[in-house]
């Protein structure tokens, strides 16, 4: 077994600190939860019974893309083939699995969370929810890889929800999302019917996205010569 203070060090470090963000955002309770990140043929992923919101590097364990521990002297996440499996099949960079309190009340008594407001497209538009299973189990774990087609979130039936990004970093920005539009429709259902965005609006959404380059910062283009 690899020295577990040398092999993949900054991503072990890196996925500690995201479960302190997640954490004191509300996302991540007590040891519900996990999330890793993939170097290569390799994974960092969050230790079974670690408090998320106080997690040390130490805490996370390594492991090949079969699940063998090569790095670290403590269990990987029971959900450990979720996240395998996230990766194997969608090429993704980072996992993200919560407990958040909205996501997990939608995902009692939702079907899918409608496109309710444009943002929502950066998680692939609609979010479905996976038909619950016991945790750790593959059928958990084929449930939910089958709701992510086509998104980088899924809620998981009287359980959670799950994120992927190309990075950390994104993958929980996609968290944070997630648990902000699951607030707005809580919100909004207890007002009234929720409006959902036709598939009409949501290409329109996503053209003048690209246009604008939306979500990233912008120089103000030099004053034309005459105007100075």
């Given at each position: ?53 106080q997690l ?40 993200v699995h ?131």
């Amino acid at each position: 077994m690899t020295d577990s203070s040398s092999a993949l060090g900054l991503e072990r470090a890196a996925v500690a600190d995201a479960c302190r963000r997640l954490g004191a955002a509300g996302l991540l309770i007590g040891t519900a939860g996990n999330v890793s990140v993939r170097v290569g043929e390799r994974v960092a992923v969050t230790a079974t019974g670690a408090v998320l919101a106080q997690l040390t590097a130490g805490q996370v364990s390594v492991v090949d893309l079969d699940g063998k521990v090569v790095a670290g002297t403590l269990r990987p996440t029971s959900e450990l083939e979720l996240h395998l499996g996230v990766y194997r099949r969608y090429g993704a960079g980072a996992v993200v699995h919560t407990h958040a309190p909205m996501a997990t009340a939608l995902s009692c008594v939702l079907d899918e969370l409608p496109c309710i407001h444009y943002q929502l497209l950066a998680l692939g538009g609609s979010v479905r929810v996976a038909p619950y299973a016991t945790f750790g189990t593959p059928e958990l774990a084929e449930s939910v890889l089958g709701a992510l087609e086509g998104r980088s979130a899924a809620l998981m039936a009287s359980h959670g929800a799950l994120t992927h990004g190309p990075t950390l970093d994104k993958a929980v920005e996609h968290a944070l999302l997630l648990e902000w539009a699951c607030g707005v429709y809580q919100h909004a259902a207890a007002l009234g019917t929720p409006r959902v965005l036709d598939e009409q609006q949501q290409r329109a959404v996503i053209e003048a996205a690209i246009v604008r380059n939306y979500g990233t910062t912008q120089s103000v283009p030099p004053a034309q010569e005459g105007n100075r």
